[in-house]
């Protein structure tokens, strides 16, 4: 029988993909190396091999939130994967979650906390801002939260939160503390086991310069002790984190089979964390606080004026710089890509108002730095970006 539906005419050409320079929000551009590791063939997802780089991928993961948690292993998913994974599985339905709110991610995890049942509350604070102990403090005796989330990185508005002393705050109070690395691990000093962290997450399409598909993360002894003393199960199979420790030999017991790992994610997430440890997390980090000085002079060299006003806020690995009055942010915006240069407007409030730049990983280079600078002052300050 012949089939009603003919092939697509689309799919007989090969699809066009460009070489271009990522400076978004991400993703960011992949080494060679990390690119080159999928092509390495398919193994099984329980097959010996396959399990070695697993556990390799596990040390690894240890190594780049610096932390000992045996919970610790790499979600089948981006960023939001690892989110969802890590309020489901910390949280049951009517338990009171506190999110500090500087920007979307902390928004999003505010919309997932009401999808799942939650008590959620929110400690609201103006774009380009972090929450200071003391409103922390206030914010924990007043709701009693059983987890308090914050974004690192919050890459809406380039803010870097300070996370010193939160921890302390938090476990005094009986409350866990989830933290969002996705847009900073890597770029800026962070240490899970010395903060006190008691769950992480990030994603690989950052600093780690892999393909977008994998969200690390790691629970602390206190975490899992919440999680095992759950009253109701995970709502989410796929999301378990006690049985995708078990797929991870986080245990040390025989392992299931819970998913089809993705093996050749699995692949190059291994290869990005080899050359992280390759480079030193700490040479790493001190790279991008050194170039981003550098670029941040660039930037108010050419006129222009940075969004986060205090320094000590800053986002080393993503820059939000002010649409300067009268241009067309957009213009600039479509300038660049038809030059392959894509750099990213703003996201959720801060949408029109600002531009955001990301240089993670192997694109924190102050030549590459150099090249941006001059791109987006050519195209902000030509006459076809002014606004009508
Ligand atoms: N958190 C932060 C801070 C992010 O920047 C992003 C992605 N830009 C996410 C979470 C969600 O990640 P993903 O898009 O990989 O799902």
């Known amino acids: ?62 190594y780049l939130f610096q932390t000992k948690n045996p919970l610790t292993f790499a979600v089948s998913g981006t960023g939001h994967a690892g989110m969802e994974c890590a309020v489901m599985n910390l949280l049951e339905n009517g338990e009171t979650f506190l999110v500090i709110q500087n920007g979307i991610w902390g928004l999003r995890a505010a919309n997932l906390g009401k999808r799942l049942g939650l008590n959620v509350q929110t400690i609201i604070l103006p774009e380009g801002s972090a929450a200071s102990l003391e409103q922390i403090r206030e914010g924990i005796i007043k709701y009693k939260p059983k987890v308090l989330f914050i974004c690192h ?67 602390s002894e206190k975490a899992v002790e919440k999680i095992k003393n759950r009253k109701t199960q995970c709502v989410s199979f796929y999301f378990d984190a006690l049985e995708l420790g078990n797929y991870w030999n986080c245990f040390g017991e025989p392992r299931r089979y819970h998913h089809t790992g993705m093996i050749s994610m699995v692949y190059s997430l291994r290869a990005a964390l080899a050359a992280i440890a390759k480079e030193g997390i700490e040479n790493e980090i001190k790279r991008h606080k050194e170039n981003i000085v550098y670029f941040h002079q660039k930037l108010e060299d050419a006129g222009f004026k940075l969004f986060v006003e205090d320094k000590d806020l800053r986002l080393p690995c993503l820059t939000t710089i002010r649409v300067p009055e009268g241009i067309e942010w957009k213009a600039v915006i479509d300038k660049l890509m038809a030059q392959k240069i894509e750099i990213s407007g703003g ?26 600078v001059s791109a987006l002052k050519d195209a902000t300050f030509s006459a076809n970006s002014k606004v009508n």
């Open 347 to 372: 996201l959720g409030s801060t949408l029109g108002k600002i531009w955001r730049i990301g240089t993670f990983g192997i694109n924190s280079d102050k030549t590459k730095m150099d090249k941006i």
């Open 153 to 219: 990185g919050e890459s809406s508005t380039g803010v870097a939160h300070p996370l010193k002393g939160i921890s302390e705050i938090c476990h005094e109070n009986g409350t866990l503390l989830l933290v969002d690395t996705v847009a900073s691990i890597g770029g800026t000093e962070f240490d899970a086991d010395a903060l006190g962290v008691d769950c992480v997450y990030t994603a690989t399409q950052k600093v780690l310069n892999a393909p977008p598909g994998l969200a690390p993360i790691s629970f």
């Open 1 to 62: 029988m012949a089939s009603s539906i003919p092939p697509p005419e689309v799919l007989k050409n090969p699809p066009n993909i460009p070489e271009k320079q990522l400076f978004g929000p991400g993703p960011s551009n992949m080494s060679h190396e990390i690119r080159h590791s999928m092509d390495a063939p398919l193994l099984g997802h329980l097959h010996v091999e396959f399990c070695q780089i697993m556990d390799d991928c596990r040390v690894g993961i240890q």
